[in-house]
């Protein structure tokens, strides 16, 4: 089952990327100018310098400050207009207006949005939204990827209660390693969230590391939010109150997972948000449901993580937005003209 887990992974990596080579090297974005729709809108997490340890199980999440430079760059030489996330819903329903946008969203409020990626930003004059968690901001609730990154990067074994008993996972390499992030990834996804995130918390500090101590270490807090809240460019949207999968809760904890975290960015901040990122944001985190609870809220957007660039018909569902990821292990200026193309999105 892991050298199964573990050869999809790989293959799935390779297909992405030789899709995204075949897009860029065939400049097939000048052959289908449609694929391209009206702009897309890109999701962030960390920008940060690269990191030089082999085991990067997030990876994925994590972008240099050049790769967003380029990344800005290879829009702006592409035609396309850099806007604010909030203003989009109303220049797409402009009829005299046929520009072509970008957006650039960053989620869960790191650190290192402030220190690295906001400087990228001012370079270039490009607004940016970063979504807010609660949870994070407060040092209540743990960033679990995390906090499995840290417990299996030191250790050569790690015994964890995945329901039947604790069971002793060998982590001495890296595939190891990653097959075990795979695992408590695969628990936290399946089994109720909330009692999880806290079983892995608690494994973790059995081995001596503080969760929230990594969410002080990486998470900007309240005061360094209102801080960055004076750069003209930067918004603020809301990202719930404890970052959880919206779709296997209940209808009344969705709706104080919205409203409340809407509430939390304006006291940190000093302004309402008017957009809000799913956590998680694929198909089996958020529905017709979410979308309908935003949409009560009052926000004028809100974007999943699932893929696909902008076009006017996004305004009928205005808190069902696509975003394309800039992706930590895609780092090349030609894959950002393959995903800007849309060309990958008709193909999947």
């Given at each position: 089952m892991t050298?199964?887990?573990?050869?999809?992974?790989?293959?799935?990596?390779?297909?992405?990327?030789?899709?995204?080579?075949?897009?860029?090297?065939?400049n097939a974005g000048a052959l289908w100018p449609s694929a391209a729709g009206r702009g897309v809108i890109f999701t962030l997490h960390h920008v940060r310098p690269a990191q030089a340890d082999a085991y990067q199980p997030n990876a994925l999440l994590s972008v240099t400050p050049q790769f967003l430079d380029q990344a800005i760059e290879v829009s702006l030489q592409a035609g396309l207009v850099p806007v604010a996330l909030e203003d989009l819903p109303a220049l797409l329903?402009?009829?005299?207006?046929?520009?072509?946008?970008?957006c650039f969203t960053l989620d869960d409020g790191y650190r290192n949005n402030a220190e690295h990626a906001a400087p990228v930003f001012r370079k270039h004059g490009v607004p940016y939204t970063i979504f807010i968690c609660k949870g994070f901001v407060d040092r209540t609730h743990?960033?679990?990827?995390?906090?499995?990154?840290?417990?299996?990067?030191?250790?050569?074994?790690?015994v964890f209660d995945f329901g039947n008993g604790p069971e002793a996972l060998a982590i001495r390499d890296?595939?190891?390693?990653?097959?075990?992030i795979e695992r408590l990834s695969g628990f936290v996804q399946t089994v109720e969230e909330d009692k999880a995130v806290a079983r892995l918390d608690a494994a973790a500090r059995e081995n001596g590391i503080e969760p929230l101590s990594i969410v002080e270490?990486?998470?900007?807090?309240?005061?360094?939010?209102?801080?960055?809240a004076r750069d003209p460019l930067a918004r603020f949207g809301a990202h719930t109150l404890t970052h959880v999968n919206l779709k296997r809760i209940e209808a009344e904890r969705l709706r104080r997972e919205i409203f409340g975290s809407?509430?939390?960015?304006?006291?940190?901040v000093g302004s309402k948000?008017?957009?809000?990122?799913?956590?998680?944001?694929?198909?089996?985190?958020?529905?017709?449901?979410?979308?309908?609870?935003?949409?009560?809220?009052?926000?004028?957007?809100?974007v999943t993580t699932q893929p696909g660039v902008l076009?006017?018909?996004?305004?009928?569902?205005?808190?069902?937005?696509?975003?394309?990821?800039?992706?930590?292990?895609y780092q090349r200026k030609r894959y950002v003209r393959a995903l800007i193309s849309g060309i990958p999105f008709k193909l999947m």
């Open positions: 050298l199964k887990a573990a050869a999809k992974r790989i293959l799935r990596n390779a297909a992405i990327r030789g899709g995204l080579e075949a897009v860029a090297l065939s329903a402009d009829p005299k207006d046929s520009r072509r946008f970008v743990s960033l679990w990827w995390e906090t499995a990154e840290q417990l299996t990067r030191d250790k050569d074994a790690l890296v595939a190891g390693k990653q097959a075990a270490r990486l998470v900007m807090d309240q005061h360094e939010l209102r801080d960055l809407i509430d939390a960015v304006e006291s940190y948000p008017t957009s809000l990122a799913y956590p998680y944001g694929y198909a089996t985190a958020v529905g017709e449901r979410e979308f309908a609870a935003t949409a009560e809220a009052g926000l004028k957007i809100a076009n006017v018909s996004n305004l009928e569902r205005p808190t069902a937005f696509n975003r394309v990821s800039l992706n930590g292990l």
